[in-house]
């Protein structure tokens, strides 16, 4: 069964530097998302991306935050100078279709990241 | 602002029992309402709810959505230790290419 993959599982990291999540979605999914998880807080929506631009973006997601499809299978989300606040569990979704009633969207296994 | 609120937050029953979760929510542009469950890591779809009353069922678990009053509840029947997990709920309300609102879960746990 075709599955959204993300990389790396974990991400250890300095606070300032950059780090970049990757996300492979399911093939013939044209919507793309990412969400965050702190520690037991509630799964939040940072981004949405469709035909190479944003769709929309969350308050959270500042100018620290980018996202880029840089080839045909990849999708990914760039923290430019992260913060200690910045760790927590980053989910990638995808969606076959969009700006319609049906949203179904499956979720990466998440990466895990670590600001120290 | 859209809110979701998922009722209890935690719950612990033994096997066997059935169990019933509950999600209400305030949005302004209501699309549809997901149900995911979260082990480990990455919350996989169990259901997507459009209309009032009609209740969508796979194997044990069950959904239903009231769009008068606002709520979605699932059901579990026969509850199994691998039912063991935080059920999430998330509303649509953009439409299509739009973040998901999430409530923030409710932890359930089979005992054996």
């Known amino acids: 069964e075709p599955e959204v993959t993300q990389t790396p599982s974990h991400q250890v990291t300095q606070m300032g530097q950059e780090v970049i999540l990757r996300c492979v979605p399911i093939?013939?999914?044209?919507?793309f998302y990412w969400y965050r998880q702190i520690l037991g807080q509630k799964v939040e929506f940072l981004v949405s991306?469709?035909?190479?631009?944003?769709?929309?973006k969350s308050e959270i997601f500042d100018d620290q935050f980018s996202v880029e499809r840089p080839d045909g299978s990849n999708f990914t989300l760039k923290i430019r100078s992260t913060k200690l606040e910045d760790s927590a569990m980053y989910f990638c979704?995808?969606?076959?279709?969009?700006?319609?009633?049906?949203?179904?969207?499956?979720f990466g296994p998440g990466t895990r990241l670590t600001v120290l | 602002e859209d809110k979701v609120v998922q009722s209890p937050l935690s719950l612990v029953v033994h096997e066997g029992d059935t169990v019933t979760l509950n999600c209400s929510y305030e949005?302004?542009?209501?699309?549809?309402l997901l149900w995911y469950k979260q082990e480990k890591k990455a919350p996989t779809f169990l259901f997507m709810l459009?209309?009032?009353?009609i209740e969508k069922k796979s194997g044990r678990l069950s959904s239903i959505l009231d769009k008068k009053e606002l709520f979605s509840i699932l059901n579990i029947t026969a509850t199994q230790t691998g039912d063991s997990a935080v059920y999430l709920c998330?509303?649509?309300?953009?439409?299509?290419?739009?973040?998901?609102?999430f409530g923030k879960g409710t932890h359930l746990i089979i005992q054996p």
């Open positions: 949005v302004t542009n209501f699309r549809s």
């Open positions: 093939s013939n999914h044209l919507y």
């Open positions: 998330a509303v649509d309300s953009g439409g299509g290419a739009d973040g998901l609102t």
């Open positions: 979704a995808s969606s076959e279709v969009g700006r319609s009633p049906y949203n179904e969207q499956f």
């Open positions: 991306f469709y035909n190479n631009e944003i769709s929309e």
């Open positions: 459009t209309s009032s009353g």
